[in-house]
């Protein structure tokens, strides 16, 4: 009777040192937090390249369904495009649509709507070029 309480005990010793440290959980999460808020920064500053106060895009931007809107306005469509944001695969199209309204606006092709949109790595990388290229050609 009393080897199996120390088995059991014992099992428990090791299972609890196999914990991972409840650093490994949040680290990831801080991580996640902080380029969100990266990524809203840099969308107020393209924002405000095209007109908008840098205070009110960011709040719109940081916003996680405020930050659709922010794009339709940053893009000139209408409002009403949200709804085509919440179908499957129109939203992807619509998305194209709309950050290649944005580029133009900056004065870029067209065709940087659809690598923003649609590639991976070169979507971040035209992002932040739009958010910290010195502004030259964006129209109100």
Do not use: D
Not at 13 to 42: D, H, N, R, S, T
Not at 97 to 114: D, Q, T
């Amino acid at each position: 009777m009393k080897g199996g309480y120390m088995n059991e005990q014992l099992m428990m010793q090791m299972q609890e040192g196999m914990k991972p440290p409840a650093a490994l959980g949040v680290v990831p999460i801080i991580i996640m937090i902080v380029v969100y808020i990266f990524f809203a920064w840099c969308m107020a500053k393209i924002a405000k390249k095209l007109g908008m106060e840098f205070g009110t895009a960011f709040i719109w931007a940081i916003i996680p369904i405020a930050n659709i809107f922010l794009l339709l306005k940053l893009s000139t469509k209408p409002m009403w495009w949200f709804i085509l944001f919440l179908i499957p695969i129109v939203n992807i199209v619509i998305s194209v649509l709309v950050w290649m309204s944005i580029a133009e606006r900056f004065g870029k092709p067209g065709w940087w709507g659809i690598l923003i949109a649609l590639v991976p790595v070169a979507n971040i990388v035209m992002f932040l070029i739009l958010a910290f290229e010195k502004p030259k050609a964006a129209t109100a």
